[in-house]
């Protein structure tokens, strides 16, 4: 695990990562790569931590077994249930994280960018937690597709900026936190959301998520008798829920590692999200990584319905265990994505947000042996996404087939 995820001195997985930022965030961003694994090792912190996602997030998640999916798909499948944590999704293990991280340094003020709202309502959330001021930013296109979660955190105390340039997205958001950041660079910590941004940031997302593949560990043991699945399936954006499913993981080749990203209309299409498939090496929002750009290296606008997906980057970490052959990275289309969730709905009674269907559409890209373990994240849940399902519900097909 150490030698596969924890990036260089200097913040590189193979040639990803980094920390390309203006020169007045180069203090903010030195101090924190100097601050942020001191603190996260020490006892006082893991005390904490350990404490809040038990009592306040509801850890350990479920690993739950799903036994007409796995009929359907001739093997036996575990869903890891991110979904029910407190916010409903994983993006709180990260945030009380990062707060805990931001009030060890004398932060005094948070930031965040958001897609599908999900980390900006877990952001906002410790906010109110901790009695800190809390500001979001989110693309005005999320805004009106995710406006449940915005007014989730605006019912917390944040106050949410909607971003109108580009495309008015995740991407977006991402670049005007950082302005903001630009401007307050001395009493403002910003809480990144995924696996992306400037070194240390990829790596303390990674880590803060790994409870995930911890408690994998030892609840497969309990339910089989062994502590590894013979797959993991995670979707993939910027890469967080993905980094934590697979984090204890990467060095065990017994385990195949199976990431589904947001192809939109299709990778052929020039709308899509399908950074893996169509994207180049670059840099982006403060990190080497590969990119969907332009030949003169332009950033282009990612498309899919999956706002938390919506993203025109990966993060470096899974850039490299792409290129590496480590991760088999599936393309998933919005109608694929819509007809999976549905399917799971139909058959476990569990309602995934848009992102986490992507992965339960990976399974019909795969074969499986009848007796293959296989665990699934699911990344979040679908109240924020039922408006979404509904506008593309003829993407699901007839229902009768589930």
Not at 151 to 172: F, I, K, Q, Y
Not at 293 to 318: C, K, N
Not at 353 to 380: M, P
């Amino acid at each position: 695990m150490e030698q596969e995820l924890n990036p260089s001195p200097e913040g590189f997985y193979g040639p990803f990562g980094g920390a390309y930022v203006p020169e007045i965030l180069y203090k903010c961003v030195h101090d924190l790569q100097e601050a942020y694994l001191p603190i996260l090792e020490s006892e006082d912190f893991k005390r904490e931590y350990r404490q809040l996602l038990h009592d306040y997030v509801g850890r350990p998640s479920p690993l739950y077994e799903a036994r007409r999916l796995s009929r359907r798909y001739g093997c036996r499948i575990f869903l890891k249930r991110e979904d029910l944590n407190h916010t409903g999704a994983h993006k709180i293990n990260n945030t009380v994280g990062q707060i805990l991280l931001a009030r060890q340094m004398g932060k005094t003020r948070i930031i965040a960018e958001t897609g599908a709202g999900q980390h900006g309502v877990a952001t906002a959330t410790v906010c109110a937690l901790m009695g800190m001021p809390c500001e979001v930013f989110m693309g005005k296109t999320d805004v009106e597709r995710q406006h449940t979660n915005v007014e989730r955190m605006r019912m917390l105390g944040a106050t949410v900026h909607p971003v109108t340039t580009g495309n008015m997205t995740l991407s977006d958001a991402c670049s005007e936190a950082i302005r903001d950041w630009c401007c307050h660079p001395a009493d403002t910590f910003y809480i990144v959301g995924s696996t992306m941004g400037p070194h240390p940031y990829p790596d303390i997302v990674a880590r803060l998520q790994s409870v995930i593949s911890e408690e994998i560990r030892w609840q497969l043991r309990e339910k089989t008798g062994r502590d590894h699945p013979d797959w993991l399936v995670a979707c993939v954006g910027g890469g967080s829920n993905a980094a934590g499913t697979i984090y204890h993981y990467v060095d065990d080749e017994r385990v195949r590692i199976v990431l589904a990203e947001a192809a939109g209309r299709g990778t052929d299409t020039g709308h899509t999200a399908a950074t893996i498939h169509c994207g180049s090496e670059g840099i982006i929002h403060g990190a080497r990584t590969l990119v969907m750009q332009t030949a003169d290296g332009q950033i282009e606008e990612a498309f899919t319905i999956s706002a938390g997906l919506d993203y025109p980057g990966i993060g470096p970490m899974h850039a490299h265990l792409a290129r590496q052959g480590r991760e088999q990275v599936l393309a998933v289309t919005d109608a694929e994505a819509v007809r999976a969730g549905y399917e799971l709905t139909r058959l476990e009674g569990i309602i995934p947000a848009i992102e986490s269907a992507h992965a339960v559409a990976a399974l019909g890209k795969l074969t499986f042996r009848h007796d293959d373990i296989v665990v699934l994240t699911v990344s979040g849940r679908g109240d924020k996404d039922v408006e979404t399902y509904l506008a593309h519900k003829d993407m699901a097909g007839a229902y009768g087939e589930f």
